[in-house]
Structure formats: structure tokens, C-alpha cells
């Protein structure tokens, strides 16, 4: 088998790379939080990741998952009268007033509004409780093992709650519908007679911010998810009763994205070198990969990339069939390995074997008319 060995490098090599850990193992003033880039699905950060907590507002990122895959945008909702005189930030909804459910969702994330997801559960599942089960079903699916919910706004109740980990794999989850992203990445919003303004400060000041969820009562404490994204990295943040919230996002999100960079081993169906066929219509033929893998490093550390494949191949060769194995190296440590095929059909050249034939035969006749001519020279 042959080698092929390619070296890809960080463009910034720090001088003392430490990691997320080490830097916050002390000053975080969260009990639980998160850093975990979405990604690749690497944590960089963990505090009593998986305690369960109370989580406040931020249960309606799930609210809007779940009525965004249920539901339809445009629907017009008949606000129930169970959503009159409900507890905590509010849209102050009157029974039988009628809205969109695009402007609810503005509502429940922009202005937190608690009587907006109560009328959001009712239109989409009948009820609260069939709601507070799709949600759960939902957070089941997503592998959410510290997760229950009872209600859709995050009001303190018996047996409602989630942890930090739990919580970023629903905020990844949300990130990936194009609604729920523009929704929380929108600082104001005016609508149907009603203005909400994105209690998310940091949309305003810090780089890269995309969106998130802030969530507060006087039991769970201060909760915060947040999601910003620089070079191609999503990095979601989740702190849970954490009196400095704002300063401790801020720096967490900072570290990841000073420390870590993500890089792209190889991509699904991009050509990664050739091997020589023997006998082909064809010289050479592609080699590929048939996923897309991309990892997170620190910054200044080095994929060393192996392409085990044959020296050469006779045609005739078969696009997709296994040519070889990918290896990928950090620090000679094997982080990733995968199969090689063959990107193109290769066919036997049949011309060229018949004029290997006709000059073989002409050798044959050559030789006989040479041996008549001396006979007939006797």
C-alpha cells in the first residue's frame, strides 16, 4: 500500500495554548453551565453539566421547537382564556383576540412572554399537558436524559426541569430551523399592533451573536443560552442560576473563540488524490470519501492526514468501490478514520490490448516469412 501523507497547519500558532478548563476551572460564577460547540459536538467547558435545575424561560426554546415542527407559521390563533392574568413577563393576551402564531413565537422569545406560550401549547397540542408530552418526547429524541417538563413557559413547578447539557443539545437542535434562528437573531419586532424588543443583550454588543434565550425567577435564579458564531464555529453557551450571567458568556464564548478553531478533514465526494489504473481508457482514476468529517482544535496543532492506497489498480475499476482508508493524526495521536472509494468507472481498454495482439502477431509473421526466405535459399 502506498502512503500518501498530507500536513495541514493552523494559521495562528499560539505561544501558550490552555484550555477552556484550565483557564475557568475557578471563576465561573454559574452552579451548571456549558460551552459546547455545535458543530462537531465537542464540549470545551462543563460544570455540573448534568445536575438537574430549574430553567426558567429557557424552556421555551423548546416551546418553539416543538410548535414549529407542529405547526404552521401562518395559523391564526384564538387566544384562550387561560392565557389571561398568568404570572411574570407577559404579552398581555385577551381571551378571543386573534394573532398569528409567527408573531406568538416573537413574542414568547423576543419578550418572554408566558401567556404567548400557554396560547402556542393549546393551539398546537389541545392542551398544556398533551404539549408539555410532546415536549418531552422531543427532548427523549434529542438524547436529553435529565430533561422533564411539565409546562411550556418555565414557570417553577414540581417535576420541571433540565440540565446545561440537556439544554444546548435542544438550543443546537432549535438553531438548525431557519425560523427559530431569524426569530432570536431579530433584536425588535413590531407586529399586528404589538413592538417586542430581544431581552438578549449581547446582540448588541457582542460579535458574532446569533441568538439565545434569557430566563429568570426568583427559585431557578438567573438562566442563560446563548449561540454566536465566528470561522465557520457555532458555539452555544448555557449557564444555569448564575448571578454574573452576561460577563460569564462573554468570556466563556470568548475562549472558544480565541483557543479553538474548527478544521475540515475531508468532505463527502471531494477528490483527495488519484491512483494509477493499469490497462484503463483512463490513466488515473479519483479517490474520495463518502462523508464530511470537520473537528475542533486548539489553535497552532496539526492534522496529519494518511491516504493508505494501492500503488496501482487494473482496470476495470467501479466508482464507489473501496479504494483504500483515510487516517487522521493530531499530535501522532489517530482522531479519525474512514473509508476511501474510487470516484469514477474506469473500463478495460480493449484497442490497447488488440494492438499488443497485432504487434505480437506481426512478430509471428515476421519470423515465419524470415525462416521461408532462408529456406528457400537452401
Same mark, same amino acid.
Given at each position: 500500500m502506498l502512503k500518501k501523507t498530507i500536513s495541514v497547519t493552523a494559521a495562528i500558532i499560539l505561544l501558550a495554548a490552555v484550555t477552556v478548563d484550565n483557564i475557568f476551572a475557578t471563576s465561573i460564577s454559574a452552579e451548571c453551565a456549558i460551552l459546547y460547540e455545535a458543530e462537531t459536538g465537542t464540549v470545551l467547558y462543563e460544570k455540573n453539566p448534568d445536575r438537574q435545575m430549574l430553567i426558567a424561560s429557557t424552556t421555551k426554546i423548546m416551546t418553539a421547537l416543538v410548535a414549529l415542527e407542529n405547526s404552521d407559521c401562518d395559523d391564526i390563533v384564538t387566544i384562550p382564556s387561560q392565557c389571561e392574568g398568568i404570572e411574570g413577563s407577559s404579552m398581555y393576551l385577551k381571551a378571543g383576540e386573534k394573532l398569528s402564531l409567527k408573531t406568538l413565537l416573537y413574542g414568547l422569545l423576543l419578550e418572554s412572554g408566558n401567556d404567548a406560550a400557554v396560547a402556542i401549547a393549546i393551539h398546537t397540542a389541545g392542551t398544556v399537558e398533551k404539549f408539555a408530552e410532546l415536549m418531552n418526547a422531543r427532548a427523549q429524541e434529542l438524547g436529553c436524559t435529565?430533561?422533564?417538563?411539565?409546562?411550556?413557559?418555565?414557570?417553577?413547578?414540581?417535576?420541571?426541569?433540565? #440540565?446545561?447539557?440537556?439544554?444546548?443539545?435542544?438550543?443546537?437542535?432549535?438553531?438548525?430551523?431557519?425560523?427559530?434562528?431569524?426569530?432570536? #437573531?431579530?433584536?425588535?419586532?413590531?407586529?399586528?399592533?404589538?413592538?417586542? #424588543?430581544?431581552?438578549?443583550?449581547?446582540?448588541w454588543s457582542y460579535e458574532g451573536m446569533v441568538g439565545g434565550k434569557t430566563g429568570y425567577t426568583k427559585s431557578a435564579g438567573r438562566t442563560l443560552v446563548t449561540c454566536a458564531q465566528r470561522n465557520g464555529m457555532t458555539v452555544i453557551c448555557v449557564t444555569l442560576n448564575d448571578g454574573d450571567d452576561w460577563n460569564d458568556h462573554i468570556n466563556l464564548l470568548d475562549s472558544a473563540f480565541n483557543n479553538w478553531e474548527l478544521k475540515t478533514i475531508c468532505v463527502a465526494g471531494e477528490v483527495i488524490g488519484d491512483v494509477p489504473v493499469i490497462s484503463g481508457v483512463e490513466k488515473s482514476v479519483g479517490i474520495s470519501t463518502l462523508e464530511t468529517k470537520k473537528v475542533l482544535l486548539e489553535k497552532g496543532s496539526s492534522i496529519t492526514i494518511d491516504l493508505q492506497v494501492p500503488e496501482f489498480v487494473y482496470a476495470e475499476v467501479n466508482e464507489g468501490d473501496f479504494a483504500g482508508k483515510l487516517l487522521a493524526y493530531v499530535n501522532d495521536s489517530e482522531i479519525y478514520t474512514t473509508q476511501i472509494v474510487f470516484s469514477d468507472s474506469v473500463s478495460k481498454n480493449f484497442s490497447e490490448r488488440l494492438s499488443m495482439w497485432e504487434r505480437l502477431k506481426k512478430s509471428i509473421v515476421g519470423t515465419s516469412a524470415l525462416e521461408t526466405d532462408k529456406l528457400g535459399r537452401r
Open positions: 435529565n430533561t422533564h417538563f411539565v409546562n411550556p413557559n418555565g414557570l417553577d413547578a414540581d417535576d420541571h426541569y433540565s #440540565s446545561a447539557r440537556d439544554l444546548a443539545l435542544i438550543m443546537a437542535e432549535a438553531m438548525n430551523s431557519k425560523v427559530f434562528k431569524q426569530i432570536v #437573531s431579530t433584536k425588535t419586532f413590531t407586529a399586528e399592533g404589538r413592538t417586542f #424588543s430581544n431581552h438578549n443583550k449581547l446582540l
